[in-house]
């Protein structure tokens, strides 16, 4: 079978992808993976066939109200009423992807097409060509649930009723945005009009079956999901290890107790300075050792003391179970490594689906609760690390966390559901 992968976004939106091809290939399956062109060389390094995709969405997100953006919105209302300031800059990215996603699957052929929800032509280039489409994704915020609010929003307490109307506002805010590209792209490659458009729904108004990349140990799939809503466990990226230690990474480590790794990716927003110098005089107060990641557009950190450690690079899989507590933003793929890992989270989400990660590590015991980075301070961080460090109950929480989720295969669970889905005609 021939299997096209469509993806975009950050390096979070690529990996769990690439995790997947690199399976599907090894299962003997063709794999082509289409994403913006600042990931070839990534997806290439794992030996996939990589097809092109503009970075013209991304470079907008790179620019100072793409930072803004990301800083302020730090909840999906906030990122609704803020996105339409650079809805313009947008429009013709998002009309591009669409062609270029379209030109691809011509070029590919594919038999299946597996999508990140951010690719949102795959439905109809499935529909267009005959063939399934499955949207894979690592974020749980389009199917309805009683049981949890849609990452983004702020969970109330007001029950089952007010959690699924936030799952509708999200739907109803993400479909206006894009609903008008969707009908102009149907009409380039002659499909007819959609009565009423949905994201997860087919052409024909079927449902699509959608693979959620998470853990179930993290959070359980609710009761109240179709059947075409599935949970796989996490998609990690192993087996490539080629990254090496500096001599002086490991003498750090040796030096002393266990450091605190602190990253928050690119995540940082238009002061990186300011978070580096919080990081520091947390570290500070609380008395222990860190790491802070430097590099991928990360912290900017200056004259460390020498109980504080900065790195441009580093391989998650090999440090953090060598840390004592992991701080970072709460993107899903750094969740997921962290809690992998074993050691407890502290969390300060930026915006979307970032405060959703941080509760439910704090709700399962892992770390302490948030703290939203608009409200990052030196005191509060301290604090969180001192908890984090010393709390036992915490620690054990987090390391049989650590336990359950690496005896889980969400790659192989992935595939057997993609296998089932695409068996029934």
């Not at 709460?330 to 989270?345: D, E, M, N, Q, V």
């Not at 987090?398 to 669970?413: D, F, P, T, V």
Request: glycine residues 8%.
């Amino acid at each position: 079978m021939n299997i096209l992968i469509l993806t975009y976004g950050s390096r979070g939106d690529v990996q769990p992808y690439v995790a997947l091809g690199k399976k599907l290939q090894a299962d003997g399956y063709r794999v082509t993976l289409a994403t913006s062109n600042r990931f070839q060389d990534f997806v290439e390094d794992h030996e996939l066939n990589y097809a092109h995709m503009n970075d013209d969405l991304l470079a907008i997100l790179d620019t100072d109200e793409g930072k803004d953006l990301l800083e302020k919105g730090s909840n999906f209302y906030q990122l609704a009423r803020r996105g339409l300031k650079i809805a313009k800059q947008v429009k013709p990215a998002n009309k591009s992807l669409l062609r270029e996603s379209w030109q691809v699957a011509q070029a590919v052929n594919p038999d299946l097409i597996i999508f990140h929800p951010k690719a949102g032509a795959a439905p109809h280039i499935a529909e267009k060509m005959g063939i399934k489409a499955i949207m894979v994704t690592p974020v749980p915020m389009l199917v309805p649930t009683k049981e949890f609010p849609a990452p983004g929003l702020p969970d109330l307490n007001l029950g089952g009723w007010y959690r699924r109307i936030g799952y509708a506002f999200v739907r109803f805010v993400t479909i206006k945005a894009i609903s008008s590209y969707i009908r102009d792209f149907r009409a380039e490659i002659d499909l007819p009009p959609l009565k009423k458009y949905s994201l997860t729904k087919s052409g024909s108004g079927k449902n699509i079956h959608i693979l959620h990349a998470h853990s179930p140990v993290v959070l359980p799939r609710p009761s109240d999901w179709p059947n075409t809503a599935h949970v796989t466990g996490y998609l990690f990226l192993d087996g490539k290890e080629e990254w090496t230690p500096s001599q002086e990474l490991l003498d750090f480590l040796n030096a002393g107790e266990p450091p605190v790794y602190i990253g928050f990716g690119s995540m940082v927003g238009r002061n990186p300075e300011r978070l580096a110098l919080i990081v520091t005089e947390a570290l500070q107060k609380a008395g222990l050792r860190g790491i802070i990641a430097t590099g991928w557009g990360g912290l900017k950190a200056k004259n460390l003391p020498d109980t504080i450690f900065n790195i441009e690079q580093v391989s998650h899989h090999w440090l953090l179970p060598k840390v004592s507590a992991v701080v970072h933003h709460g993107g899903a793929g750094t969740t997921a490594a962290g809690l992998r890992a074993g050691k407890p989270s502290i969390i300060v989400p930026f915006f979307a689906d970032q405060p959703f990660w941080g509760w439910r590590v704090h709700k399962i015991g892992a770390g302490p609760k948030p703290i939203i980075q608009k409200k990052l301070s030196a005191d509060l961080l301290a604090t969180a690390l001192q908890e984090a460090t010393g709390d036992q109950a915490m620690k054990d929480a987090a390391m049989n966390i650590g336990h359950q989720i690496k005896r889980e295969n969400g790659l192989a669970n992935a595939i057997t559901m993609i296998e089932k889905i695409c068996a029934v005609p």
